[in-house]
């Protein structure tokens, strides 16, 4: 079975580069959330859009912004990056008909800021 | 907020024994899932239980959502699965972010 396909699995940038990570969700999914896990931690929700619209959001600080496209896929885009942005990302998708919002994750993005 | 708690924090596990990993959560959840958080940083998605019990070869899984808790039982553990548990809530009304506990730190050791 399909599932999430993130782009790149690893990316290393320097101070105040940018960078874009991508998330392709499973066909038919119409929802996809972001996630970020720093180092020991549990991973802690960004945002999240349904339908190429934000639907939520959370601890995401300002110098990132995501979008939905028309095909579903989504983007995040991290600006000025920090050290401390240094984590794992995960894309999880699910699809709105599904009662219980099961939520699949993909195989994340390794973020080093150096 | 809406906490969800993991015990123990750390396991350490003579491989072929047994055990039992708890979560509670403070709101009912629509659904709750565990997760397992290979060495390798890939969440594998365990199970979906939002109530009830299932199994799957030497995990298996009860949620009680009235009192609020789930466990999650490891038979005869084995060297893979080491690495990190977590219990996650989605809560209601649709495009729900899911909320980790902290997790259960797994080591396995021959």
């Known amino acids: 079975a399909a599932g999430v396909i993130q782009s790149p699995r690893h990316l290393i940038k320097e101070k105040r580069e940018t960078a874009t990570l991508k998330c392709y969700p499973i066909p038919r999914h119409d929802t996809v959330y972001w996630y970020q896990q720093g180092p020991g931690q549990d991973p802690q929700f960004l945002i999240s859009f349904y339908e190429k619209m934000q639907s939520d959001k959370g601890s995401i600080p300002d110098r990132f912004s995501a979008q939905q496209f028309s095909d579903y896929h989504s983007e995040l885009n991290m600006s000025s990056l920090e050290l401390g942005d240094s984590a794992l990302y995960f894309c999880?998708?699910?699809?709105?008909?599904?009662?219980?919002?099961?939520?699949?994750f993909g195989p994340g993005t390794r973020l080093t800021v150096t | 907020g809406i906490q969800v708690e993991q015990s123990p924090p750390d396991l350490i596990l003579q491989e072929g024994a047994n055990s039992t990993l708890r979560c509670n959560f403070s709101d009912s959840v629509n659904n709750l899932q565990w997760f397992h958080q290979n060495p390798w940083g890939q969440l594998i998605n365990l199970f979906y239980?939002?109530?009830g019990t299932k199994q799957n070869g030497r995990l298996s899984a009860t949620t009680v959502a009235t009192e609020r808790y789930s466990l999650l039982y490891i038979s005869s553990s084995q060297t893979t699965d080491s690495g990190v548990y977590f219990c996650?809530?989605?809560?209601?009304?649709?495009?729900?972010?899911?909320?980790f506990g902290i997790g259960t730190k797994l080591q396995v050791i021959p």
């Open positions: 996650a809530r989605i809560g209601w009304g649709g495009y729900q972010k899911v909320t």
């Open positions: 239980i939002p109530s």
């Open positions: 999880a998708s699910s699809f709105s008909g599904s009662v219980l919002d099961e939520q699949y």
